[in-house]
């Protein structure tokens, strides 16, 4: 499937955290949808990337790599998603992050 290169530019890794060390479980994207004159920050994985890995207790853990070198991490609770069925099965949660991924992901 052929996926057009700005979705790739906010596709981030969704994992877990234990000492200090990541660990990547799966891979989601950030996206924006619009309900009238509102933006509404999203990030979408696929519902088996959360429900496979995750317990309902978990944290997890994002991580956007910036292009200039390095990362940022941040925390969101399993809570925070939801489960969308129809077409595809995902999960997303509202990525109220979204400045700050968009800053991470270019470097500024």
Partial sequence: MRVEDRILKTVVFIGKEAGGQFTPLGTAFVGVVQEGTTSIPLLVTAAHVI???FKETDTIFVRLNRNS???ERYRLSIM???TQT???ISRYCPFQL???CL???DGH
């Fill in 69 to 71: 070198g390095g990362s």
């Fill in 86 to 88: 129809k077409g595809l």
């Fill in 80 to 82: 925070d998603f939801a």
């Fill in 98 to 100: 979204i400045s700050q």
């Fill in 103 to 105: 800053v991470a992901r």
């Fill in 51 to 53: 429900d496979d890995y």
